[in-house]
């Protein structure tokens, strides 16, 4: 395994994670746009559980399973998305 891409075997940081983030910031958008002042652990629990719905959906867990090769197991998938770089020449 290259140095550096582990991330790209773990699938919720490849499926899960990113758009569990976008959920959150937009629902505490919302929260802070109805009061601007600070939001309560009560209004960001709310908040969490609601984003965390919409992020953790089996198709989304399934597809990063995929995506990092696990499930099928399919290591060219991997290896295939990572950025090799080119071998120098030394003259």
């Given at each position: ?73 399919s290591p060219i998938t991997v290896l295939s998305s ?9 003259p």
């Amino acid at each position: 395994l290259p140095p550096h891409s582990s991330y790209l075997l773990q699938p919720l940081d490849v499926a899960i994670f990113s758009p569990l983030k976008t959920y959150l910031s937009r629902e505490t958008d919302r929260l802070s746009r109805f009061d601007p002042g600070r939001i309560s652990k009560v209004d960001w629990t709310t908040a969490y559980i609601t984003a965390r719905q919409e992020a953790f959906r089996l198709n989304s867990i399934l597809s990063g399973f995929r995506k990092a090769g696990i499930f099928p197991f399919s290591p060219i998938t991997v290896l295939s998305s990572l950025e090799m770089p080119n071998p120098t020449s030394n003259p």
